[in-house]
């Protein structure tokens, strides 16, 4: 039996497209009202697991549980979710109350442009028995949409008259009016530019907590995962590589991939001496990492804010100044240990040229095994 806590659970899900495989092995759990997000590059399997869990594919292996009953074989009409995609996917001859009250009575079901009219007014169209609303009920229900979405006293425009951020947030208001258990969002935000991003990133937050609903969203903007999310899932060639909230996905990766793809990290070869001690860059560095084994090769990331210049005289190691590029709120600093070249973010520029110490505080080391080793182990517990 599922935890009754869990909304969505995916169990051992695989997929397969002409026998290439893109999802392999999935196992993840959803919480009510949280909100997860799926994070990778281009191809990791993503959307495609978000796609499974909407019902639009189907798994080759494995199973999908919605509050614990099987649902891997349900079409999308018939799950407890709507989505919103990258494209918007508005009516462009139906005003924009129209096209939020549309989404009253039509959920992830293609229906013919004769019908569009009945849909709104609760008749039943092809396939799909539909709710019966008075035109009042949903005359409520998209006032408080187009006021949740900050478009109150838009409800008369045409969907053309409005901007690419506005069109959003009508595709939004659309897919949440009637109220569905979870909201899939399938990198929602990637049509816009940096600052409507960026303020549109706060809003689906602040939308999500008002109205208690799970929002699962792919995106492969570090950033956006962070700012957003619960709970962040990790992708890369079909796998997860971690879980976690995004505080413990920054400070604590789970391999060198996340590390880099999660923030700007230095990862350095290393050599674990013990317990606690780590040699990279020709020095033993005091850490805080145990059960690696002794003398065994590790990955070593140490975040570039996490760096501290000082006298060169003071140094765990002592580096030349290489380059200095101004950030906003920050110096990005490359320096030379002789070793390697080391990123450090720092409010107190050094000039370039000059010779430092650099110093790193044990909890600011963090040690994992090589991705070779990690996917060495994956694929013999594959072929078990």
């Known amino acids: ?17 002409d026998g290439t495989t893109v999802l392999s092995n999935i196992n993840l759990y959803v919480r009510k009202k949280e909100f997860v997000t799926l994070l990778g590059p281009s191809g990791c399997g993503k959307t495609t697991t978000l796609r499974i869990i909407g019902g639009f594919e189907y798994p080759t292996t494995g199973t999908v ?18 989505t919103v995609f990258q494209k918007y996917a508005l009516f462009p001859h139906l005003n924009v ?11 992830n079901h293609k229906i013919g442009k004769a019908n569009m009219q009945r849909a709104l007014f609760g ?19 998209v006032d408080r949409m187009l006021e949740l979405v900050n478009l109150k006293g838009y409800g008369k425009r045409s969907v053309d008259q409005l901007s690419g951020g ?19 969002l399938d990198e929602p935000l990637g049509a816009l530019d940096l600052k409507l991003r960026k303020e549109m990133q706060l809003e689906l937050k602040s939308m999500q907590q008002q109205l208690g609903i799970t929002f699962i969203y792919v995106t492969h903007d570090q950033e956006e995962a962070l700012t957003m999310s619960d709970t962040v899932v990790v992708m890369r060639d079909g796998h ?7 505080k413990r996905i920054y400070d604590e990766p789970a391999n060198a991939f996340v590390a880099d793809f999660i923030g700007e990290s230095n990862i350095l070869r290393g050599t674990m001496v013990e317990d606690e001690l780590v040699n990279f860059c020709g020095v033993n560095f005091p850490c805080v990492d145990s059960g690696f084994g002794e003398n065994v090769p590790v990955d070593v990331v140490v975040r570039p804010e996490d760096i501290m210049i000082v006298g060169e005289d003071i140094g765990q190691l002592t580096g030349t100044v290489q380059s200095v590029l101004f950030k906003g709120v920050h110096y990005e600093m490359m320096i030379d240990t002789g070793d390697t070249v080391l990123k450090v973010h720092s409010t107190v520029m050094q000039p370039q040229g000059s010779r430092v110490g650099i110093n790193i505080v044990p909890y600011n080391i963090h040690i994992m ?7 060495s182990e994956e694929e013999a517990e594959e072929s078990v």
């Open 369 to 375: 095994k090589p991705m070779d080793d990690v996917k």
């Open 97 to 107: 109350r129209d096209n939020i009250a549309f989404g009253l009575n039509v959920k």
């Open 166 to 184: 506005q069109q959003q947030r009508i595709a939004i208001a659309r897919a949440l009016v009637n109220e569905p258990e979870v909201l899939l």
């Open 123 to 141: 008749k039943k169209t092809e396939g799909n028995q539909l709710q019966k609303l008075s035109r009042k009920e949903i005359d409520k229900k």
């Open 1 to 17: 039996m599922m935890e009754q806590e869990h909304l969505i659970d995916l169990s051992n899900i695989s997929k397969d497209y």
């Open 240 to 246: 997860i590589l971690q879980i976690g909230d995004p």
């Open 65 to 82: 549980y919605f509050e614990g009953q099987d649902v891997t074989a349900l079409p999308p009409y018939k799950r407890q979710v709507n």
